[in-house]
Every structure is written in C-alpha cells, then in structure tokens.
T-cell receptor, first 114, second 109 residues
Framework: DGGITQSPKYLFRKEGQNVTLSCEQNLNHDAMYWYRQDPGQGLRLIYYSQIVNDFQKGDIAEGYSVSREKKESFPLTVTSAQKNPTAFYLC?????????????FGPGTRLTVL | AQRVTQPEKLLSVFKGAPVELKCNYS??????LFWYVQYSRQRLQLLLRHISRESIKGFTADLNKGETSFHLKKPFAQEEDSAMYYCALSGQGAQKLVFGQGTRLTINP
C-alpha cells in the first residue's frame, strides 16, 4: 500500500518536550501539507510546501516547525511552544501540474500531551 | 479572506430519503470547490469537485456563484453514506485548501 504514510499512529508526549511527526509520500507529488483536525473546527492548515527546500506558514503555524529536504518527506515538529498540541494531525500531498488541486491524505497521527 | 461555512455539524436522515449538506463560501475571485469525505476508520478522500461536474456515489454538487454555495445532494440516501463530510475551497492559482468545519451525516435504517 503506497501513497502517503504517517508515523506513528499514536504519540504521547510530556509537557515541555518537542516531538516530530513523520510524513512520507511515494506519489512523486511536489506539494505537501500539514493540517490539524479538531472536533467542530474542521481541518486547519499548519504549514505547506510547494517544492523542496521551501515552505510557507499556514493559518496556525505558531508552535510548529517543518522541513522539506527531500521531495518525499515533510516532517512536522510540535514544539513546547505550542499551547494546545493534543490533536489529530493529517498530512497531505498534491501534484502541482495542470492546475489539479486534489489533495491525497495520510492516515493521521493522534498526539496526546500528558 | 477565504472562508468556508458548513452550518450543520450533525445531520441525520432516514435511508431512502433525500439528503442535502450545505456549504457556503466567501471568496472574491473564481474559486475551485471540493467535497471531501471521511468514512469510519478510513482516510479523508476526495468525493467530488465542481469543475468535474460529475456524480460520484450518487452525489452531485452545483456551484452557485450568486448564492456563493456548493451544496452536496443525493436523492436517496444509503446507510453507507454515513460519514464526515468536508467542503473545501481553493483560490485561483492557489494550491492550499480552506476547509469548512465539517458535517457528520448519519443515515438511519
């Protein structure tokens, strides 16, 4: 089963610790995204990257950081500065060519801060 | 500013009844609109987009620029339609999507 993979599925963190969520895709997509999904709030964009070595802040970037060193990988670090990190995190990717904006999603990582 | 509003958090209908999930948007240009669906224990996936003008699993959605709406409709609901539905908008030339809050649809037998 290819496509987009996220690991781990569940993650527990103590307050004050940084944690990194993994996202990998083998779809040869240029663009990748990180969303946070909270009940009643839909999906909110944290960061996105349209090309390797470049990324932009989304609507709720504070307390998060990303890197895009390889086309296939877009890890998200949740830092201790994020005030309310407990949430479900979704990674997605899309092809840029031809104006096709369909995004393909990973299975998600549920982060719980203890 | 781009905004997507789904006024109903929960929607419950009986099997065989028509269903309509509402979506309104705010965008000054020509948007691209999408409906995404998340079935239980499955990934979020694209259901349909307005530029395709196609019917998927019996669902259709028409972009009404006058009312800035993109409501999702199905004439006869089936139990397997129970899921979380998200309306999303992409601005002209933009890659990122803006999602609505989502509507949880439950089809009762």
């Amino acid at each position: 089963d290819g496509g987009i993979t996220q690991s781990p599925k569940y993650l527990f963190r103590k307050e004050g610790q940084n944690v990194t969520l993994s996202c990998e895709q083998n779809l040869n997509h240029d663009a990748m995204y990180w969303y946070r999904q909270d009940p009643g709030q839909g999906l909110r964009l944290i960061y996105y990257s349209q090309i390797v070595n470049d990324f932009q802040k989304g609507d709720i970037a504070e307390g998060y950081s990303v890197s895009r060193e390889k086309k296939e990988s877009f890890p998200l670090t949740v830092t201790s500065a994020q005030k309310n990190p407990t949430a479900f995190y979704l990674c997605a990717s899309s092809i840029r060519r031809g104006g096709n904006n369909e995004q393909f999603f990973g299975p998600g990582t549920r982060l719980t801060v203890l | 500013a781009q905004r997507v509003t789904q006024p109903e958090k929960l929607l419950s209908v009986f099997k065989g009844a028509p269903v309509e999930l509402k979506c309104n948007y705010s965008y000054s240009g020509s948007p691209e609109l999408f409906w995404y669906v998340q079935y239980s224990r499955q990934r979020l996936q694209l259901l349909l987009r307005h530029i395709s003008r196609e019917s998927i699993k019996g669902f259709t959605a028409d972009l009404n620029k006058g009312e800035t709406s993109f409501h999702l409709k199905k004439p006869f609901a089936q139990e397997e339609d129970s899921a979380m539905y998200y309306c999303a908008l992409s601005g002209q030339g933009a890659q990122k999507l803006v999602f609505g809050q989502g509507t949880r649809l439950t089809i009762n037998p």
